[in-house]
């Protein structure tokens, strides 16, 4: 009725090729964008930034990063923990570096270097693939977390091996340590998400998507009609290692604070953040978002319906909420394979037909 | 999708009940994952101290105690999610019980104006009170712990250790990493051999470390675990017939999980600690009479008078009897976190308080000022029986070398304040 095409005339290329064609859609983004930036800083609170807005932001930030390699480019990759502690060594570095430099600057430095990580650790994908690629890159995160917890120049030799996030401001505002006002700490994080994921977006349904999804449906085929494999595979490594990264010095610098390598970036990170980019839907952007919100907060969730709302003992409640979002996990994958993503995309078409499907 | 789960999370947040004007404690336990076995009496003795208070005597000064459990699972992210959840309403103190989430609490605690209190373990240098303000380690920390191992292997050998060898088996972790410091300067000044073999989370892989010991023989062992680490750690040593007298834990990795699954030729494994063991006080009679009793036991009530339950009894007693200094000091019983603060800067145990406790002998005396935020360092040696199934004290409490700590507690603190940009209290 409302959500349909027609009587939304286009008049250019521009207009036809807009990421949300219908019109219904654009109100609907332009809104969630505004309640974003303009109510959501105004209404929260330490304990929404902390456990619910931050770690979602970020982990969206993550599960685009991965899902450029895994869902566009069809590279499998279980380094995700590993290459968000390069993201957060990196900031931390730069940070006590340079600290008269820009926390952004710092931020998007260290998405470049753990790009440049990324690249290297994506070497070994042009003569392997499938499970092979799977196992190198496994190989990457016990690499580089043993590496952290090993070298000490990294952690600038401190006697725990943790690393601490200095203050730093942006115009004047503290977005990392202590002082950080929660308004402050999620619009800071936010920019940051929204970015991505317009940088995201636009990446993949241009050239460099299309190249990346020729390579993941059929790597030969897509080398006969043209694409480089090692041009193509080796920008997504360094396209995912950059968001992947940016992920992971946010997770330091901003979410958490301090730091402990193997604790913070385990091999379980990664494979969070490979569940979130399959539950929300390999090579959807949108995926990203519904998979790390299905991760970061139903947990959340059933902890303060169980433990706040019913009053039961947090070992039980935590141990039902496994249960709980590990049952739902197999629920959705079965009802739908694509994940979330999916179901959107299924919604909306039912939703075009809606009142009168035949 | 998004929104609805937000709206029915503020739900959920809103149906949690308004607190009511009470002495609010929040304990951060966990009973789930691989440190559960480790977590869950810890929290059961803290708990089951409060809930005596509250039965026997109604609460503390007349207010009663309000009880908030949060679980952590160990987990860094899950414990700044209980933190911010449960901050609000006047939380008097947090006992993370996790080196992890105590890094990451020690910058907001300061910042909110709440004390910490991590009672031998955490960040060590915190000892200085003229750095952290609001963060407390009394009564030994792990500095301490080191010290005292070495001490005691010192006493054995007749005050001679130069040209022995001491393995260190850690947790590959801010933990575990803490004695290293120490140990480094003690090897220095007693002139011993230190290796350093680190067990990366959770610990259940330690062949290759155990190998490494059996080719080397080391004449001492020193291990710094947590949850399945040490029963890992106490199997490989029996399995390489490392003998046990040699075998120090710190007070983390005493406990009688920890030994249990070994079984007999576990018995003479020695852990350090700082208060007393066993459940032959006074005290048990009323946890006995008001708490298990009465059906009103955190957990499954199967763990009093374990060690680990020992010690969150005496992490509670110690949060209490702050509390009771604070309500001195300020003339009033419904105290504040910034209150609560006093009473534990202003903490003085005696040996006659813990008797009228009902806790007589059961941790070194210590008094807490505005510069020592640790204590005095005491600790002591205790023995694994394996026939009777119990630790035993085999040493008096005795002092760590303060000339060799205070000076690294110095250096490390003032590098913590120059960082963070703090100026000295206690002037």
């Not at chain 1, 999620?186 to 990446?203: D, E, K, M, P, Q």
């Not at chain 1, 085929?221 to 010095?249: H, M, Q, R, T």
């Not at chain 1, 996990?329 to 939703?351: D, M």
Request: glycine share 10%.
């Amino acid at each position: 009725m409302f959500y349909r095409e027609a009587g939304d005339f286009k008049t250019s290329y521009k207009d036809d090729s807009q990421t949300f064609p219908i019109k219904f859609d654009r109100m609907r983004y332009y809104l969630v964008l505004i309640a974003a930036f303009a109510v959501v800083p105004f209404v929260i609170n330490d304990y929404w930034v902390n456990a619910v807005f931050l770690p979602f932001l970020i982990y969206s930030i993550a599960a685009i990063g991965l899902n450029i390699l895994v869902g566009y480019c069809g590279q499998v990759s279980l380094g995700t923990g590993g290459f968000m502690a390069v993201g957060a060594y990196a900031c931390y570095k730069l940070m006590t570096g340079f600290p008269e430099v820009s926390i952004l600057i710092h931020i998007i430095l260290a998405g470049g270097i753990t790009a440049g990580v990324c690249l290297l650790f994506g070497l070994p994908s042009l003569r392997i693939k499938g499970f092979y690629l799977a196992v190198a890159t496994l190989a990457a995160q016990f690499f580089l977390v043993w590496m952290f917890n090993r070298v000490s120049w990294f952690y600038n030799y401190s006697a725990s091996g943790q690393i601490t996030a200095p203050e730093t401001t942006v115009m004047g505002v503290a977005v990392t340590g202590p002082a950080t006002e929660p308004w402050a700490a999620y619009l800071f994080c936010l920019v940051f998400c929204v970015a991505c994921a317009l940088l995201a977006r636009n990446l993949t349904r241009g050239m460099a998507g299309r190249k990346w999804m020729a390579i993941r449906d059929m790597d030969i085929a897509a080398e006969i009609i043209g694409v480089n494999p090692l041009k193509a595979k080796l920008s997504a490594f360094a396209i995912s290692g950059f968001f992947v990264g940016i992920a992971g010095a946010l997770f330091f610098a901003v979410y958490l604070g301090a730091v402990e390598v193997g604790e913070a970036f385990g091999i379980q990170k990664s494979f969070l953040v490979l569940f979130m980019v399959i539950i929300g839907g390999l090579g959807s952007i949108f995926g990203s978002f519904a998979g790390a919100a299905f991760l970061v907060l139903l947990p959340v969730l059933l902890k303060n319906t169980l433990v706040g709302g019913l009053g039961w003992p947090t070992d039980l409640a935590a141990h039902l909420e496994f249960m709980i979002v590990g049952g739902l996990i197999v629920l959705f994958l079965i009802a739908e394979p694509h994940g979330l993503a999916q179901l959107w995309r299924v919604a909306k078409e039912k939703l075009r037909l809606w009142p009168f499907p035949h | 999708m998004k929104m609805k789960l937000f709206g029915a999370a503020m739900a959920a947040v809103m149906a949690a009940g308004p607190a009511l004007a009470d002495l609010k404690i929040v304990d951060t336990s966990y009973r789930t994952g691989p440190y559960a076995a480790n977590g869950i009496p810890f929290s059961d003795g803290y708990q089951d101290y409060f809930t005596l208070l509250n039965e026997r005597d109604g609460g503390i000064g007349g207010e009663m105690v309000n009880l908030v459990e949060c679980e952590t699972g160990y987990n860094t992210e899950k414990g700044v999610e209980c933190y911010e959840a449960t901050k609000g309403d006047d939380s008097l103190v947090y006992q993370p019980l996790s080196t992890g989430i105590t890094y990451q609490l020690i910058p907001k605690a300061t910042a909110d104006g709440i004390p910490l209190h991590t009672m031998g373990y955490g960040r060590t240098s915190a000892k200085n009170g003229k750095v952290f303000e609001w963060v407390f380690n009394y009564p030994a920390n792990y500095w301490d712990g080191a010290s005292h191992a070495i001490t005691h292997i010192l006493n054995e050998n007749n005050g001679d250790i130069s040209g022995k060898t001491i393995a260190l088996v850690y947790h590959n972790s801010a933990y575990g990493k803490e004695p290293i410091r120490t140990l480094e300067e003690l090897s220095k000044k007693h002139g011993f051999n230190l290796t350093l073999l680190p067990v990366d989370h959770p610990g259940q892989e330690q062949k290759s470390q155990w190998l490494q010991i059996r080719r080397e023989q080391p004449d001492n062992v020193i291990m710094w675990g947590w949850g399945v680490m040490n029963q890992v750690a106490i199997q490989e040593a029996v399995n390489i017939r490392y003998p046990m007298e040699n075998f120090i834990g710190i007070w983390w990795s005493g406990s009688e999980n920890d030994v249990k699954a070994a079984g007999d030729r576990a018995n003479g494994y020695k852990a350090l600690t700082f208060h007393n063991l066993g459940s032959d006080y006074p005290i048990y009679a009323d946890i006995q009479k008001y708490v298990v009793d009465a059906g009103k036991a955190a957990g499954a009530g199967d763990q009093v008078g374990t060690v680990l339950y020992n010690r969150g009894m005496y992490a509670a007693m110690l949060a209490a009897e702050a509390i009771k200094t604070a309500q001195e000091i300020h003339g009033t019983s419904a105290i504040t976190p910034a209150m609560m603060r006093d009473g534990m800067e202003n903490l003085s145990m005696t040996e006659e308080k813990m008797a009228a406790l009902g806790l007589p002998n059961f941790g070194p005396e210590f008094d807490v000022s505005c510069e020592n935020h640790g204590g005095n360092g005491f600790g002591a040696v205790s023995q694994w029986n394996a026939e009777a199934g119990e630790f035993v004290l085999i040493t008096d409490y005795y002092q760590s070398d303060q000339e060799v700590i205070q000076a690294l507690v110095a250096e490390d603190s003032q590098a913590f304040a120059a960082e963070n940009g703090i100026e000295m209290r206690c002037q």
